[in-house]
């Protein structure tokens, strides 16, 4: 057990929806990022957030947006969903920026119908 | 523009004998390495990180080795074990200005016993 927490497990829904993806860091841990993994793809890097504030952002579409809470849990927000926007989502964390290891949830996986 | 890349999709391995896997990265902003192993329907786990003032590392069974000069990093498992099979990406990072973590599309490792 990482201790990052994801919600939920698995999500099935239809094109053109929206939906929320949500991650619990392990406690302590200030760093969130959220990756993207399709069909047995590699890891693409979306989005990270440091304390609250977004630090660096990847290949993510502007159909996706994500925000970290001041209790540091994360969401990732997916609208207006496509087909091709199934795949796995893992959240990871860390207590640095970008240093030390990233640990990470079971991921949320994602099929749009 | 894949900045971290391990050129080899699979690699099947002996029981017992030495496993090697490559890493090969383009942004010589990046410092600080790292293997993940990926089961599936898990999240990955760490394995074992360099940073760039070292060119080797070793914990157990498992030692990465850093080659600066020709931006190459690998990952000796010695000796391979069936356990060991599952997908193993690695991760390159960057104190100096590039926050997030980058991964390769991974390499399936399947030890034969």
């Known amino acids: 057990d990482s201790g990052v927490t994801q919600t939920p497990k698995h999500l099935i829904t239809a094109t053109g929806q929206r939906v929320t993806l949500r991650c619990s860091p392990r406690?302590?841990?200030?760093?969130v990022y959220w990756y993207q993994q399709s069909l047995d793809q590699g890891l693409q890097f979306l989005i990270q957030?440091?304390?609250?504030?977004?630090?660096a952002k990847g290949n993510i579409l502007e159909r996706f947006s994500a925000q970290q809470f001041p209790d540091l849990h994360s969401e990732l927000n997916l609208s207006s969903l496509e087909l091709g926007d199934s795949a796995l989502y893992f959240c990871?964390?860390?207590?640095?920026?970008?240093?030390?290891?990233?640990?990470f949830g079971e991921g949320s996986r994602l099929t749009v119908l | 523009d894949q900045q971290v890349k391990q050129n080899s999709p699979s690699l099947s391995v002996q029981e017992g004998r030495i496993s090697i896997l490559n890493c090969d990265y383009t942004?010589?902003?990046?410092?600080?390495f790292l293997w993940y192993k990926k089961y599936p329907a898990e999240g990955p786990t760490f394995l074992i990180s360099?940073?760039?003032?070292?060119d080797k590392n070793e914990d157990g069974r498992f030692t990465v080795f850093l080659n600066k000069s020709a931006k190459h990093l690998s990952l000796h498992i010695v000796p391979s074990q069936p356990g060991d099979s599952a997908v193993y990406f690695c991760?390159?990072?960057?104190?100096?200005?590039?926050?997030?973590?980058?991964f390769g599309t991974g390499t399936r490792l399947k030890v034969l016993a």
């Open positions: 990871a964390s860390s207590v640095a920026i970008n240093t030390g290891e990233l640990f």
């Open positions: 406690s302590g841990d200030l760093s």
């Open positions: 957030y440091y304390n609250g504030e977004e630090r």
């Open positions: 942004n010589s902003m990046f410092d600080y």
């Open positions: 360099i940073s760039s003032i070292k």
């Open positions: 991760a390159a990072s960057g104190i100096s200005g590039t926050y997030k973590y980058i």
